[in-house]
């Protein structure tokens, strides 16, 4: 069986790190670059010198096409498995991609994605500037991931942050991740940090509506959550970038309900949705 890693990543050192970790793990990494905000560190140089990997400069970017491009070259190199995943999730070994391998051909018919939960954890070294208005509000709600205990589809399903796909259920069920996703054409939607409201446009969450999209398809189709999470690495970001995600994981569930209106949709139900 073949496993093709697709990525999506920008003027990032640490995608060498990364890659050079998983090579050895997957048939194949295929590296989707944002060309357009490639401009300190040629990302592309640093990768040019490893075997068994692809490229591809990525013009108009978003949640969506990228991952699109990616999955069409995973597709034609005859993919059995397509994993999407983010170089932030860099705990993740052959033996775990071999668990959820074993898991999607437990029924290869109907079994269309599988994926760890995620949890990042407030770093102890971590220091905050002077001026950070937000310190003991993150200290206390870092970014935590996945809830195997929320009762919201959003939370209860992989992200494309770590997930395996079926590529043969992909193509058939899925085809592309809709790029609605990456429009913005809804009004912005509020979500609740802390103590304060934030308004935040409807985006992201391709896998989702994926998962939910292709269920409409075909109702037998199922989606696993490995409950046993997987690190998630944001330590190195700002508060500024750190807000932006509190805001992508408030959102999640919000977002899913305007896709499900729009395109009359049904969350699927728990029997569908598995936390293993």
Sequence with gaps: MKTILVTRSWDDIKIKEFTKRMIGAVDHIIVCINVKKENKVDTRALLQEMKNMTTIPIEQWGASNPLNIGFTEAIKRKADFILAISPEVNQLKKEHIDEMEKELNKDTENNLVIGYSLKSEWPKKRKWPKDCRNKDFFKKDFIKGHSSNSSEFAYRIPWNTCALWNAKLFRKYVITFNTICDVNEFDEIPVKIGKCY??????GMEDGLAIMQAYERNCKLKCFLIKRPQVWDKMEFDE?????????????????????KKFDLEFPPASNVLII
């Design 240 to 260: 500024h970038k750190l807000l932006g995600d509190q805001k992508k994981l408030s959102r999640k569930q919000k977002v899913l309900e305007v896709y499900r």
């Design 198 to 203: 934030y308004c935040t446009p409807v985006e």
